[in-house]
T-cell receptor
């Protein structure tokens, strides 16, 4: 099985712009979660989508949003970028049932740099 | 709120020596427990997981971890490290009863292997 794929891998944006990141989960996985990784804050949960619905949400401002499509692919969007949004954004997919829902398989991430 | 503590930011081990990485969690009930590894520029790879049952769990790449309820710990061990084990290691927890916060990660332990 192919793993989780994320595009693009690297992105440079200017403060105030918006950005969209894409994630394709492992085939058959219906849950997709997004995490932000920074040197200062570590790994922080952004949100989780399941069957095109946001099921869980972390403590991030409304500038961070996401969606999931019927094929389970997911996108996350950050509007009005700030310098502090520079981070590695990781997508993870998981099987949707039982304890499998907690086994998250991560993609390589998208490195976002805001200048 | 649940939390995860990895007391060691950096650990240096000689190749061939044994390894133990510490992880302590704070949570009202027994959570689900995970160890992930991240190589430079890569996403996270699941090493092993604990849901219930046998408190000693085996993972990939020769790693094992032991859940100790009395100490709220889930330490990762390997009897003999290889240079390729150099990476960042993250302990993570998820609420066994379901929850809104995804995985909660520790800050990570950076493992350095000396020749």
């Amino acid at each position: 099985k192919a793993g989780v794929t994320q595009t693009p891998r690297y992105l440079i944006k200017t403060r105030g712009q918006q950005v969209t990141l894409s994630c394709s989960p492992i085939s058959g996985h219906r849950s997709v979660s997004w995490y932000q990784q920074t040197p200062g804050q570590g790994l922080q949960f952004l949100f989780e989508y399941f069957s095109e619905t946001q099921r869980n949400k972390g403590n991030f401002p409304g500038r961070f949003s996401g969606r999931q499509f019927s094929n389970s692919r997911s996108e996350m969007n950050v509007s009005t970028l700030e310098l502090g949004d520079s981070a590695l954004y990781l997508c993870a997919s998981s099987p949707s049932t039982g304890t499998g829902a907690y086994e998250q398989y991560f993609g390589p991430g998208t490195r976002l740099t805001v200048t | 709120a649940q939390s995860v503590t990895q007391p060691d930011i950096h650990i240096t081990v000689s190749e061939g020596a044994s390894l133990e990485l510490r992880c302590n969690y704070s949570y009202g009930a027994t959570p689900y427990l995970f160890w992930y590894v991240q190589s430079p520029g890569q996403g996270l790879q699941l090493l092993l997981k604990y849901f219930s049952g046998d408190t000693l769990v085996q993972g990939i790449k020769g790693f094992e971890a032991e859940f100790k309820r009395s100490q709220s710990s889930f330490n990762l061990r390997k009897p003999s490290v290889h240079w390729s084990d150099a990476a960042e290691y993250f302990c993570a927890v998820a609420p066994s009863g379901g929850g809104a916060d995804g995985l909660t990660f520790g800050k990570g332990t950076h493992l350095i292997i000396q020749p």
